[in-house]
């Protein structure tokens, strides 16, 4: 079974930093991209980074020069580095990866239980 344990969220005042960390652990062939996503009171679920196996990364235009996404394929871990943070940040951030079971087999995208940031004015 497959699990992704996320750790890192919390309060910082608007400026400020925080790191998120993404762990997968079960059983499985591969991992393919992970990200990361956020959700807002009242809003959908939106994709703030992805990155691929090989470590190319992507990012929303809202956090672009702002946030860092990278991984450790040793760790199966994926980090979110976030600087300069401000109040519109705030939301519940999910992480996503997905996930080959089998070698040559279906990859399925599994979710971390989500990890609250806030970030005060």
């Known amino acids: 079974q497959v699990q992704l344990v996320e750790s890192g969220g919390g309060l910082v005042q608007a400026g400020g930093s925080l790191r998120l960390s993404c762990a997968a652990s079960?059983?499985?062939?591969?991992?393919?991209?992970m990200g990361w996503y956020r959700q807002a009171p009242g809003k959908q679920r939106d994709l703030v980074a992805t990155?691929?196996?090989?470590?190319?990364?992507k990012y929303a235009d809202s956090v672009k020069g702002r946030f860092t996404i990278s991984r450790d394929n040793n760790k199966n871990t994926v980090y979110l580095q976030m600087n300069s943070l401000k109040p519109d940040d705030t939301a519940v951030y999910y992480c996503?990866?997905?996930?080959?079971?089998?070698?040559?087999?279906?990859?399925?995208?599994?979710w971390g239980q989500g990890t609250q940031v806030t970030v005060s004015s």
């Open positions: 990155i691929t196996s090989g470590g190319s990364p």
């Open positions: 996503n990866a997905n996930i080959e079971l089998y070698r040559g087999g279906f990859s399925y995208d599994y």
């Open positions: 079960g059983s499985f062939s591969s991992i393919n991209a």
